[in-house]
């Protein structure tokens, strides 16, 4: 089956300790995104690519950022893991966004992160 | 500046009885609103996707409808496996694709 795989699913880091997460898809989607969501609250997106084209929130942290080596895979790099940074990371896939039209995003089972 | 509430945030349900979660929403101008189901630890699962005012889909037990101001989510004779969070999702006109979250309802549903 077509699907978000996102890695690991736990992930447990020190405060300071930079860490990466891992997202991959077999969906062949061009767009893909990374979401940041804490208990009881709304998925708030991080940044997304557009194939090879980043484009940040304005209110992402620069403790943030990402890489996509290849339509398949992106990271999402924590530099400097904070208290205040615990929560789930989502990743995201969707077709083409460009034309106005609408593409559903599909996402991953999510990887928890606690900061020590 | 746009915005989407849900109510209620929290909901208790009888298996059998049956409810309705809201969305409501004031965008720019709508291009697609949908539904998202989260389970517990677990990414939102995709439910149902709306584009205009009158338009209704239904997947098992759940029916959503969408008027020009919010969205109703019908949950008929729920089952315990209904229970999770309910997000409902809005991209508008204006956008190259963002999604806009409500925060959610969370419902439960017990034997």
């Known amino acids: 089956d077509a699907m978000v795989i996102q890695n690991p699913r736990y992930q447990v880091t020190q405060f300071g300790k930079p860490v990466t997460l891992s997202c991959s898809q077999t969906?062949?989607?061009?767009?893909m995104y990374w979401y940041q969501q804490k208990s009881s609250q709304a998925p708030k997106l991080l940044f997304h690519y557009y194939d090879k084209d980043f484009n940040n929130e304005a209110d992402t942290p620069d403790n943030f950022q990402s890489r996509r080596p290849n339509t398949s895979f992106c990271f999402l790099d924590i530099r400097s893991p904070g208290l205040g940074d615990a929560a789930m990371y989502l990743c995201?896939?969707?077709?083409?966004?460009?034309?106005?039209?609408?593409?559903?995003?599909?996402f991953g089972p999510g990887t928890r992160l606690t900061v020590l | 500046e746009d915005q989407v509430t849900q109510s209620p945030e929290a909901l208790r349900l009888q298996e059998g009885e049956s409810s309705s979660l809201n969305c409501s929403y004031t965008?720019?101008?709508?291009?697609?609103l949908f539904w998202y189901r989260q389970d517990p630890g677990k990414g939102p699962e995709f439910l149902f996707t709306l584009y205009s005012a009158g338009e209704e889909k239904e997947k098992e037990r759940l029916k959503a409808t969408l008027t020009k101001k919010e969205s109703f989510l019908h949950i008929t004779a729920p089952k315990p496996e209904d229970s999770a969070t309910y997000l409902c999702a809005v991209q508008v006109t204006d956008s190259w694709g963002k999604l806009q979250f409500g925060a959610g309802t969370q419902v439960v549903v017990t034997p």
């Open positions: 995201a896939t969707s077709r083409d966004i460009v034309g106005g039209l609408v593409h559903t995003q599909y």
């Open positions: 965008v720019s101008g709508l291009r697609g």
């Open positions: 969906l062949n989607h061009n767009v």
